[in-house]
């Protein structure tokens, strides 16, 4: 006597939802807040998106904790190592000064926040980004060129995606803004280069007054 029975094994996902997430990578930072239907796809799908971009040169980082996902490069092979170079999908590029000082002094005050244990959102507002900034810049006569300088790095590091911009509330007397420092900040300014931070300020304020190179600064 047969007996049939159902096939309990998993449906493999659609090719479609695997195509959505890789291209949604390709293009952006996925968040978990910022796409939750998404975010779970890629928490279930993870092993085959991993499967598909690392022919792209490419590894997905997946921080569920922190609540993102991107993609990067592979690292180089080493100079002895016969394998190909294969061309980067994923540009780096140099970062300046301004925008590096803006980088490191968010990555420092993030670390400060967490050590506080509250609120997992660090908001901060213009004026308090802006304040953080000039203390390490050298005050011209024009102030109002002196923040416009530091409004244009902060409008950088939002096209960046490590600072992100909050609708005013319903009722708010207009200003000059509030933003979100995005937590996969942690993620391009790591531990040890946040533990050389002190040291590396010095060498940013030795460099103001003209140049614009990031003196070791992390890239994206």
């Known amino acids: 006597m047969e007996e049939d029975f159902a096939n309990t094994s998993p449906a493999p996902a659609p090719a479609a939802d695997l195509s959505v997430l890789v291209i949604s990578l390709l293009k952006s930072v996925l968040y978990r807040d910022g796409d939750e239907r998404l975010w779970a796809a890629l928490l279930n799908l993870q092993a085959r998106v991993r499967d ?5 040169n490419l590894d997905l980082v997946l921080d569920e904790a922190e609540g993102y996902a991107f993609l990067k490069s592979r690292p ?8 190909p170079r294969l061309p ?18 968010l990555r420092k ?3 400060e926040f967490d050590a506080g244990g509250g609120d ?18 050298h005050d011209g006569p024009n102030e109002a060129k002196l ?9 950088k590091v939002v ?16 200003g000059p803004g509030s933003y979100e420092v995005r937590r996969i900040l942690k993620a391009f300014v790591d531990a040890q280069w946040l533990a050389e931070f002190d040291a590396r300020l010095a060498i940013y304020q030795s460099a103001v007054g003209g140049r614009d190179a990031h003196p070791g600064g992390p890239g994206t």
Do not use: H, W
């Open 52 to 56: 598909y971009v690392v022919v792209l």
């Open 76 to 83: 180089e092979p080493a100079d002895d190592d016969p394998a």
């Open 88 to 105: 980067r999908l994923v540009a780096r590029r140099p970062l300046s000064f301004p925008v590096s000082l803006v980088l490191a002094l």
């Open 109 to 111: 005050k993030l670390a």
């Open 120 to 137: 997992t959102r660090l908001v901060l507002g213009r004026d308090d980004i802006v304040e953080l900034v000039r203390v390490f810049l």
């Open 147 to 155: 923040i416009d300088q530091i409004e244009a790095t902060i409008n």
């Open 159 to 174: 096209e960046l995606g490590f600072l992100r911009k909050l609708k005013p509330t319903a009722g708010a007397a207009a």
